[in-house]
């Protein structure tokens, strides 16, 4: 099992929809939780972090973390063909510097 | 890309040869990191600095080194490159841990091919 899992995709979502991409986590000592967004051929970008249960909102994305069942989500509303990216979840244990990186899912906005 | 630059962008090596990837940070972070990535396998970390001269190994280190002499240069060396290290390459640096959470800015990446 991959201490970071995520679904390769590609998901495709219509222009204006809402994108849910997920992201489960073996180590439940796990205490940041990262979404980096990344073009093709470009270098990741953070998009937003969270480390408290629930939702975290930022402008058209919104990360929701659930320790209990070990998984965080990244919701992007009024998707738009520039989200056209694969989103990377990262979780870090805290305390050390060993931040674990998901494969990343492919996210394809259909104008 | 946070101030952060890498060099060369890209390079075409013959195998058994060395090879030394540099990154150059503007931001005074105290942390610096190498990443390779590869298809299926997402960001996997090499090694990372703690500071100047302070170094430790990720969790894909073999065949790899590092040295910081400066808080703002961190170079990857591969003694005698592979084909298995064709990879592109990622420089990432983050502020004092100290409390949560750890965000990480990554260089625009070193795509290295070993023939």
């Known amino acids: 099992q991959k201490e970071v899992e995520q679904n390769s995709g590609p998901l495709s979502v219509p222009e204006g929809a809402i994108a849910s991409l997920n992201c489960t986590y073996s180590d439940r000592g796990s205490q940041s939780f990262f979404w980096y967004r990344q073009y093709s051929g470009k270098s990741p970008e953070l998009i937003m972090f969270?480390?408290?249960?629930g939702d975290k909102e930022d402008g058209r994305f919104t990360a929701q973390l659930n320790k209990a069942s070990q998984y965080v989500s990244l919701l992007i509303r009024d998707s738009q063909p520039s989200d056209s990216a694969t989103y990377l979840c990262a979780v870090n244990k805290g305390g050390g510097f060993k931040t674990i990186f998901g494969a990343g899912t492919r996210l394809f906005v259909k104008a | 890309d946070a101030g952060i630059t890498q060099s060369p962008r890209h390079k075409v090596t013959e195998t058994g040869t060395p090879v030394t990837l540099r990154c150059h940070q503007t931001?005074?972070?105290?942390?610096m990191y190498w990443y390779r990535q590869d298809p299926g396998h997402g960001l996997r970390l090499i090694h990372y600095s703690y500071g100047v001269k302070d170094t430790d190994k990720g969790e894909v280190s073999d065949g790899y080194s590092v040295s910081r002499s400066k808080t703002e240069d961190f170079l990857l060396t591969l003694e005698s490159a592979t084909s298995s290290q064709t990879s592109v390459y990622f420089c990432?640096?983050?502020?004092?841990?100290?409390?949560?959470?750890?965000?990480?800015?990554f260089g625009p990446g070193t795509r290295l091919t070993v023939t």
């Open positions: 931001e005074n972070h105290r942390y």
């Open positions: 990432a640096i983050s502020e004092t841990p100290g409390t949560q959470p750890y965000e990480q800015y």
């Open positions: 969270i480390y408290s249960n």
